[in-house]
């Protein structure tokens, strides 16, 4: 494997040499992971995977999956695009079932809803995967991963105000940075939870980033996942470190139903890693 595949872009920011220790004070300090999600399963918490599909039947994924639909371009329709159910769903790459299974093994309970908007060979339009991110918002979904992106500017706008709508709704964003270092919207929304891969094998490490746009990183090199048809991979990108967020994200709510998406963020702070207690 190239060293551009085992390092995606903005995972160099989540080296041992580059992780920066920060301090917590006073009553910031008494955030930790036992209060923030110990004994939580991710019971009650809907959570949306806008991607390929997921495969409702994996082995990886019990009996998580809720429910899902398919968003189709179609020219002719209003907005340029149809809805339809897919009941049972399925995934036509794996790549969505990956992000799924990450986020179930660490929210076993959390439900899962499977949002497909791209097709075999990972493409899809913009129109699309707004689409997908709009029918979650509007299905009262709580928790979304969006281990994809656009790069286009004509669509910033839109998923800004999509963005938008997410937060105002309590909805907590978690979006992957492109894997190449150009911009990509939502990742590099001050609203979203952004997040980068780092090397590490342990799901609920994971590292803040002081320095904007990215916040987060988590384990997405050499991460095994589950897959289409059954089956599972060795896979590297920065779509597999986000649904690390995601599950870990699903626990916090489950157990704190009353954090705002501003909250969140700082209890996701205060529990990472490289953020150490003044006692």
Same mark, same amino acid.
């Given at each position: 494997m190239s060293e551009e595949t085992l390092r995606p872009a903005w995972s160099q920011d989540f080296t041992p040499e580059a992780i920066q220790e920060l301090l917590a004070h006073g009553p910031f300090a008494k955030i930790d992971p036992e209060w923030a999600w110990g004994g939580s399963t991710g019971k009650g918490i809907r959570v949306a995977v806008v991607d390929s599909g997921v495969e409702h039947d994996h082995p990886a994924l019990g009996n998580c999956v809720r429910g899902g639909v398919v968003i189709e371009y179609d020219s002719r329709a209003k907005n340029s695009?149809? =809805?339809k159910p897919d009941h049972p769903s399925s995934d036509v790459s794996g790549h969505g079932t990956a992000c799924a299974g990450i986020i179930h093994a660490l929210a076993p309970d959390a439900e899962i809803y499977s949002v497909r908007v791209l097709g075999r060979n990972m493409g899809g339009r913009a129109i699309q995967f707004a689409a997908g991110f709009d029918w979650a918002i509007?299905?009262? =979904?709580q928790v979304v991963n969006l281990s994809l992106s656009t790069s286009l500017e004509e669509y910033f706008g839109l998923f800004h105000d999509l963005t938008d709508q997410a937060y105002f709704k309590n909805m907590n964003v978690i979006s992957a940075v492109n894997n190449? +270092?150009? +911009?990509?919207y939502p990742s590099l929304y001050s609203s979203v939870i952004s997040v980068a891969a780092h090397e590490g094998k342990d799901p609920f490490t994971y590292y803040y980033n002081p320095k904007p746009p990215v916040e987060f990183g988590?384990? /997405?090199i050499d991460v095994e996942v589950?897959?289409?048809k059954g089956q599972y991979l060795v896979c590297t990108g920065n779509s597999f470190a986000a649904p690390h967020i995601t /599950?870990?994200?699903a626990l916090i709510r489950s157990k704190h139903p009353e954090l705002t998406p501003f909250q969140m963020k700082a209890v996701l702070l205060a529990c990472a890693a490289n953020t150490k207690r003044q006692k």
């Open positions: 695009h149809r =809805i509007e299905n009262d =979904i190449i +270092p150009e +911009p990509s988590a384990p /997405g589950a897959w289409s /599950g870990i994200t």
